[in-house]
């Protein structure tokens, strides 16, 4: 839950408020173990994979892409011990991606036997190039392709329903954004006519922005366009899945939700196919930083850090937002100065949090403030006084940091490194106590 209303928006003229924010939490889905797996180069073992997925549910993923079953032994197994073992919570459904072939839809629905609720996700791919290039089909056969899948799939469905599984179908169009939209319709209505979504059983239609080739707006664009136009918009669930080729997947996902999409599929930190998918957590903590609950928990940003690192072999880069060390770090002295004052002046009961240069309470997401302010060659008085008095209770009169800022300061700058709390306490000493 949040404890801030919204972040004080800038009012602009002639915008309607509520394109400035996303006012309710999508349908989160992780594939941290499927397309975020995939992409690494060691891919994880069973037992990795098993902590990667215990971690998720603790944050508060509802719906978790476990793998594509029918590619591994590995995979099938993740599939069946999750199952066996009764790992997965009740409110909790796994999803399993598949292509639209007989061989692997037939492992796939052999993989998910007991199951209390599940996804199927199959998929073909369907732009120009990846017609005419990888499938040398035309657009009647690649429909075909996708239609054939669908009722192979529909055709075993009963293997699943009659023991008791609940099970919802996702299609995605591979490759979407580079899809002519008509197109792109015309094979999602294809799809929908076999598997005959209601309103009351919905499917899934995934609008993958696979690599990306434009801007976040147009693929937004493209995303409206596919809730105005497309049949039966009551019976789906739609959902974006972006990539991060240009560096705009938290854009486009962003602006996606806005042009009315349902659902957002992504990973912790962006991990995936060469530049990452889109990264949950700063779409969630963007929600955040406005006043709407994410419905998903970060509160313990390090524990979630450590997990990602050790299962995926991957690193959180220093100044990833909100979760990179280096995000609630001042280094200059007018901002250490603006810092302490914001917090300084802070109330406990305000609801609005605008303490200059922070995003957000660090402590919302499990960090500290004596992680905040350093002091280097660049810092002010503001950050020598702050973390004299932080760290020692040594409270310096406004005179006495307006002498002892600078002296501090050269010598941290012919030291050429940042200093501890501590070693300015000697400084300290030495300057005023020793001499
Ligand atoms: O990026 C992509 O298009 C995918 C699909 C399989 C959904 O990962
Ligand atoms: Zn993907």
Redesign the pocket.
């Known amino acids: 839950a949040t404890k801030y209303q919204r972040f004080d928006p800038v009012k602009l003229p002639n915008r309607r408020w509520p394109s400035q924010t996303i006012e309710k939490a999508p349908i989160w889905c992780s594939?941290d173990l499927?397309?975020g797996n995939q992409a690494l180069a060691v891919p994880m073992n069973v037992s990795q994979k098993l902590d990667m997925f215990d971690a998720l549910v603790k944050c508060g993923f509802k719906e978790i892409e476990v793998g594509f079953p029918s590619a591994s032994n590995t995979e099938f197994s993740f599939n069946r011990r999750l199952i066996e073992e009764k790992r997965i919570p009740d409110d909790v459904t796994i999803q399993v991606?598949v292509q639209a072939r007989e061989d692997l839809i037939e492992k796939t629905v052999q993989s998910l036997i007991g199951a209390k609720q599940v996804v199927i996700?199959m998929?073909n791919?369907t732009s120009p190039a990846q017609r005419k290039y990888v499938f040398g089909k035309s657009k009647e056969e690649i429909i075909a392709v996708a239609k054939n899948g669908a009722k192979l799939i529909k055709d075993r469905l009963h293997r699943l329903t009659e023991s008791g599984t609940k099970v919802t179908l996702q299609y995605?169009p591979?490759?979407?954004s580079a899809t002519e939209v008509e197109f792109a319709k015309e094979i999602s209505e294809a799809v929908m006519e076999v598997w005959q979504p209601t309103p009351e059983n919905k499917m899934i239609l995934?609008l993958?922005?696979?690599?990306e080739v434009c801007m976040p707006n147009v693929y937004a664009d493209q995303i409206e366009w596919i809730c105005t136009n497309i049949k039966n918009r009551e019976s789906l669930i739609i959902s974006l899945?972006t990539?991060n080729d240009r560096g705009t997947g938290t854009a486009a996902t962003e602006l996606g939700l806005l042009a009315g999409a349902d659902r957002v599929?992504g990973t912790l930190f962006g991990n995936?196919?060469r530049t990452g998918?889109l990264d949950i957590v700063q779409v969630a903590m963007n929600l955040y930083m406005h006043g709407t609950d994410p419905k998903l928990d970060f509160s313990n940003m390090n524990g979630l850090i450590e997990m990602y690192e050790r299962t995926t072999g991957m690193t959180v880069p220093p100044r990833h937002p909100y979760s990179g060390e280096l995000v609630f770090t001042a280094f200059s002295g007018s901002h250490q100065d603006a810092i302490k004052k914001g917090l300084n002046g802070y109330d406990d009961h305000k609801t609005i949090w605008d303490v200059p240069y922070l995003t957000i309470d660090p402590h919302d997401i499990g960090r500290e403030y004596h992680e905040v302010i350093r002091v280097n060659s660049q810092s002010g008085k503001g950050g020598v006084a702050y973390l004299l008095e932080s760290e020692f209770g040594i409270e310096l009169p406004k005179d006495m940091q307006r002498e002892f800022g600078p002296i501090a300061n050269d010598i941290v700058d012919s030291l050429g490194r940042e200093v501890s709390g501590a070693e300015l306490k000697q400084m300290f000493w030495k300057e005023y106590i020793e001499r």
Do not use: I, K
């Open positions: 594939v499927r397309d991606l996700h998929y791919s995605s591979e490759s979407f995934n993958p922005d696979t690599v899945h990539h599929e995936g196919e998918n």
